[in-house]
């Protein structure tokens, strides 16, 4: 399995219309808004169960391909805890990074008994140095992710609206018809993440360049595959890996994009693609200044969009050309 040896910066844009990209349960379930910019945003979290929830759904759940954070349930349908899961990997944190993939791209934490400690720390010293080195890496109850994501956030503001919804099912009483409730959705949202991946961490991670190429499939696929009622609609829209050459990177480069409002529309009356452009063009000149310092480009746009992107050169590969991004073929 090739390495990560460089430095890359990932842009992703997806779009939501009626529905709620990231509910906050602290606020009734509500579209995530900032109050004072009107700017809708969504977590790193999000984002990543989205990937996760893919990557264990289509790829067999056997190392190096597990997904370690998952809704895991025991016969009687409870949910297995963060320790109980640690049992199938032995307890071994050194296991779980080797297994799971979702560990090496996103990191996580988890408690280890004191005493499960010490029995491989006193074991490990009968072993070899290469062999206690691994041992001491158990003894870290935390994993810094390889990929970094920043929270995301739409490139204008965004209107929300709450409907009211009639429950028809009569009382258990036999009494009434039903009840009420709401649901509080956006009209529309083009939603923006920015992301990184680290070559030193990676190499401490042991993250491959097959590690990355599931990523990216599973960031455009796995937004394509949200079909709760929430969550239907999610419509991946731009796909983009910028690889440098080693010791550089461009850094910020989702800020570059903007959007230009068709036919005189307000932020809050976008509706849909069709009412706005993207504008790359300080994208495409930040790329171009820095051609000689950039490996290659991967990237994925949906064809409703009406984008071209040429950076003089430098390699650009589209992924959909690629035969393991598609959806079918890394099962």
């Not at 903007?258 to 009356?269: A, S, W």
Request: contains cysteine.
């Amino acid at each position: 399995m090739s390495e990560i040896k460089n430095r890359s910066e990932i842009i992703f844009l997806y779009d939501v219309k009626d529905n709620n990209p990231n509910g906050d349960p602290l606020n009734e379930n509500k579209p995530r808004i900032d109050e004072e910019t009107k700017i809708n945003y969504v977590t790193d979290v999000r984002l990543k169960r989205t990937i996760r929830d893919f990557m264990a759904k289509f790829h067999k759940q056997t190392s190096p391909n597990n997904v370690f954070m998952l809704s895991d349930r025991t016969e009687d349908n409870k949910v297995r805890s963060k320790e109980e899961r640690m049992q199938d990997f032995d307890n071994s944190i050194s296991k779980v990074l080797n297994d799971c993939i979702d560990i090496r791209l996103f990191g996580g934490t988890f408690a280890i008994k004191r005493e499960d400690k010490k029995s491989k720390n006193a074991k490990a010293n009968e072993e070899n140095s290469e062999e206690n080195a691994e041992a001491k890496s158990d003894d870290s109850n935390a994993i810094t992710g390889a990929v970094q994501f920043r929270t995301g956030r739409s490139l204008h503001r965004v209107s929300d609206r709450e409907d009211q919804l009639a429950v028809t099912m009569q009382h258990s009483s036999g009494k009434g018809a039903g009840t009420f409730g709401f649901d509080q959705k956006l009209n529309y949202s083009l939603i923006r993440f920015y992301g990184v991946i680290n070559e030193n961490t990676a190499a401490h991670n042991k993250l491959s360049e097959e590690d990355v190429q599931k990523l990216l499939q599973a960031t455009w696929w796995g937004t394509k595959e949200l079909n709760t009622r929430s969550k239907i609609g999610h419509t991946p829209r731009l796909l983009m890996k910028i690889d440098y050459k080693p010791g550089f990177y461009i850094g910020d480069l989702d800020s570059k994009i903007k959007m230009d409002n068709l036919e005189g529309l307000q932020d809050e009356q976008l509706r849909s693609i069709d009412d706005y452009k993207l504008n790359m063009s300080k994208l495409e000149q930040a790329l171009a200044k820095h051609k000689d310092k950039i490996e290659r480009i991967y990237y994925e746009f949906d064809e409703d969009m009406e984008l071209s992107l040429n950076v003089e050169c430098v390699q650009m590969i589209k992924l959909s050309e690629k035969p393991w991004f598609n959806v079918y073929s890394m099962v």
